[in-house]
């Protein structure tokens, strides 16, 4: 079957859809997964008017892609300020980050889902001179639909893993036509490069946008106090994590020598914290303290409970030890490593880290990360390394040397982009 029948397939089976994705939407909303006051730009209707002038639309699928863009998203604030930028994102999660983070004048915007009608009304609304994806999700009707309008592509820091290869080299011809309608691919490794190359991508080059981002930001004042309630304890991070690897970390926790340090409690997803806080109690494994309600640390406090968002730069600053999340289970592919490794935290990580699987396997090559298979190697990995601090300090060396070597280098992404910005006498026609 031709690339433009399966791709014409495709458009009719998802415009079909189209009601039953609205029904859908609804449904999520309902059980908080979507933000019920902006469903419409799920489905292409916008809640804000178009600037004049030149666009440039950048999206990012959640949270890791919004915080891996954001160096990108302020150099072209920065370096362009002509320029009108729209990022939009898939998850309130990451909604919610972008609006703390985001440069003074951006325009926020949930992505339109994939169907034909919600993707040609978001184009046909925002018109954007330049389009980002960062990472991946290649969706065919908003891509084409981009292409239609007349804007530039560009798929940056693009990460293609085995399975997901696999999958497209079913409809190879279609991943081909795909990717030919970007104007700059940069993959963020060489396996991701050589994929995309397969199937059919041109002129793929690199560039990491992750290992682009300076060190996550903190409150000051914030820090000061959680130095001061916790004290000399010691901390123990479980970092972003998911449902069903709590166990796993409080159990390896648990496990150390009393007087255990204090555990704090990241989860990926906030609303968890509730939830984290029954599980502690059931446990029986001591008091525990949350954040989103502020209450204090104090000396009998045993698990804080960390379920606020854009805070890890304060948290990974605290922590002697890292255990990632996302990483200790299959099917999510692990977190990005280099933020606390830029912040001197020593890292522990299981072994389910396909996201991020070059950066994960160097790091463990260089000595500045330990992957452990299960929670009782966890538990031993977690031992050893608190009470070795030797140890411990030259892991947290290596992991900064990697992150000082591997550093990206912005001014070469962006010489890269710029034959593709919108120029300066681009200005649009306005809403």
Known sequence: ?????????????????????????SNRAKRGKEDPDRLGERLGVPSLDRPAGALVWIHA????????????????????????????????????????????????????????GAAEAFMAHWRPDLAIWLEGELWPNTIFAAKASGARLALLSARMTEAS???WNRFSRSACALLGQFDLILAQDSDSQARLTALGAPDVGLANLKTLAQPLAYNASALETLHNQIGDRGV????????????????????????????????????????????????????????????TITASTAVYIADTLGEMGLFYRLARVTIMGGSLLPGIG??????????????????????????????????????????????????????????????????????????????????????????????????
């Open 1 to 25: 079957m031709t690339a433009t029948v399966m791709l014409g397939l495709y458009r009719a089976l998802t415009g079909l859809a189209q009601p039953l994705i609205r029904q859908h939407l």
């Open 61 to 116: 699928v959640s949270v890791g892609e919004s915080l891996s863009g954001l160096p990108l998203i302020e150099a072209l604030h920065s370096r362009r300020p002509d320029l009108t930028l729209l990022v939009t994102c898939g998850t309130r999660t990451a909604a919610a980050l972008l609006a703390q983070r985001l440069p003074k004048g951006a325009i926020h915007q949930y992505a339109p889902v994939d169907t034909p």
């Open 165 to 167: 290869a696999k999958g």
């Open 236 to 295: 123990v991070l479980g970092a972003s994590t998911h449902a069903g690897e709590d166990e796993i970390i409080l159990a390896a926790w648990h496990g150390l020598a009393k007087p255990r340090p204090l555990l704090i409690l990241a989860p990926r997803h906030p609303e968890r914290g509730l939830g984290l806080e029954a599980l502690v109690q059931t446990l029986a494994l001591g008091e525990t303290a949350r954040r989103a309600m502020g209450q």
């Open 334 to 431: 692990g977190h990005n490593p280099l933020e606390p490794a830029r912040l001197g935290s020593v890292i522990i990580s299981g072994n389910q880290v396909f996201n991020f699987s070059k950066v994960y396997a160097d790091m463990v090559a260089t000595g500045g990360l330990e992957l452990v298979a299960c929670e009782a190697e966890l538990m031993k990995a977690l031992n050893l390394i608190w009470h070795d601090q030797t140890r411990a300090k030259a892991m947290a060396a290596a992991a900064l040397d990697y992150c000082a070597r591997e550093a990206g280098d912005l001014d070469r992404l962006w010489a890269s982009l710029v034959p593709i910005l919108p120029t300066l006498s681009n200005k649009g026609d306005g809403a």
